[in-house]
């Protein structure tokens, strides 16, 4: 398990792949990422869009993946 937050005074929106589930985070919220894996754990994915604007993806390994926001599964 670890914890991604949002320390910038801006919005930022995290993707939950390979769905593409775009997750808005606000300055100073949080979201909590639970993997179980066997061999490959998850992947945190830093890229740039057309815009140059910095994305960030969540990519799954081999296990299941739980992503939450104030509690609520992101991916439901």
Do not use: A
């Amino acid at each position: 398990m670890f914890v991604i937050d949002n320390g910038s005074d801006q919005e930022c929106v995290l993707h939950i792949e390979p769905e593409c589930i775009p997750c808005v985070m606000g300055p100073g919220e949080s979201l909590t990422v639970r993997d179980s894996y066997d061999r490959s754990p998850v992947t945190v994915r830093l890229g740039r869009d057309r815009t140059g604007r910095t994305v960030v993806s969540i990519w799954p390994g081999d296990g299941d993946v739980v992503v939450e926001k104030d509690g609520v599964d992101v991916m439901k």
